[in-house]
């Protein structure tokens, strides 16, 4: 195959079949940023992951508040806080290690750092280096550019408790197999969570179908409470955990 190009058409032969198109103007492709960066993180490409995969996917979709279809970074002298949020669920996760000299606070496209989750190696470290109105993020020998969401992102500092009630460790798969099958006969997608040392019990009960599954804990001496869950959030929030065994916490019958 030859390829011959005069800035305005590009020409393609192979054998005897010949193609022409128009070209575009090179000049008017975005280009890399080339300047000394604000800015510079570095990860392992395993922690990438597991940040990206623990937050991203609690992010909003609607176009009504821009910022919240992002993930925050805020780094201090304590480390760094990724935190993403639709404003009915919240994600967190806390990184010791702060590799700048001030404090910073960034705000990146979800949809971004899952496209970088997906395609980077994770046997490479990962370096998100900040410009003036983008943020490239770099693995291996491949670049990787967003631009950095406006608008102050919201204080949910407060919003996870510092004390809980109760802590009752459990299965990962379990509990994911039990909503999951109770999700296949419900239309409202909320199940029903009651508490106590025999287990979690899980049920729907609505018009069209009803029914329960009880789930296993490994603890001991719960107080007996229920929580009604929506069952899409409840598996996402779940599954972006790599552990199996995971704890649940809370304060009361709302969080």
């Keep these: ?115 970088t989750s997906a395609i980077f190696d994770n046997e490479k470290p990962v370096i998100v280096m900040g410009f003036r109105n983008r943020v490239a993020m770099m693995n291996s020998n491949m670049i990787y550019t967003a631009m950095a969401l406006e608008g102050n992102y919201p204080d949910t500092s407060r919003l996870i408790p510092e004390a809980y009630e109760q802590e009752i460790e459990i299965s990962k798969e379990e509990l994911d197999g039990a909503i999951k099958l109770l999700k296949t006969l419900s239309e409202k997608k909320i199940v029903k969570a009651a508490f106590s040392s025999e287990g979690i019990v899980l049920s729907i009960n609505e018009e069209v179908a009803n029914g329960e599954v009880v789930v296993n804990v490994n603890s001991e001496g719960i107080q007996e409470t229920t929580i009604g869950f929506d069952m899409d959030y409840l598996r996402e929030a779940i599954n972006s955990f790599e552990k199996d065994e995971l704890i649940l916490k809370h304060s009361g019958a709302v969080k």
């Design 1 to 115: 195959i030859t390829m011959k190009s005069d800035n305005v058409n590009v020409t393609i032969k192979k054998g005897r079949t010949k193609l022409a198109s128009t070209v575009m103007d090179t000049e008017q492709y975005p280009k890399m940023p080339n300047e000394k960066p604000a800015y510079q993180l570095r990860y392992t490409g395993e922690d990438w992951k597991e940040i990206v995969e623990a937050t991203a996917y609690a992010a909003a979709t609607s176009e009504s508040r821009p910022t919240l279809r992002g993930v925050h970074i805020q780094v201090t002298e304590e480390g760094q806080s990724f935190v993403c949020t639709d404003s009915k669920r919240l994600a967190r996760v806390k990184y010791p290690k702060a590799e700048v000299a001030e404090e910073l606070a960034i705000t990146l496209p979800a949809e971004s750092l899952r496209n």
